[in-house]
């Protein structure tokens, strides 16, 4: 899923827009936790992101 079509879906869902790409992150994980997201859209959704900045709150900096 590329990084528009998951901030409308986010914002679809949610009803407000995502205040940072982590909160992206968190989402396609809930996504891809709910089947709404295969391993492999999981996994370039969240390269994609991480190489943009993001990062879960465990990861080191």
């Not at 996504?31 to 879960?56: C, F, M, P, W």
């Amino acid at each position: 899923m590329n990084l528009q079509l998951l901030q409308e879906k986010f914002f679809h869902v949610k009803q407000y827009r995502p205040s940072d790409l982590n909160e992206l992150l968190d989402f396609s994980k809930t996504l891809y936790i709910n089947g709404d997201l295969s391993i492999t859209e999981y996994r370039s959704t969240v390269k994609h992101l991480e190489s943009q900045g993001a990062h879960t709150p465990d990861q080191q900096h």
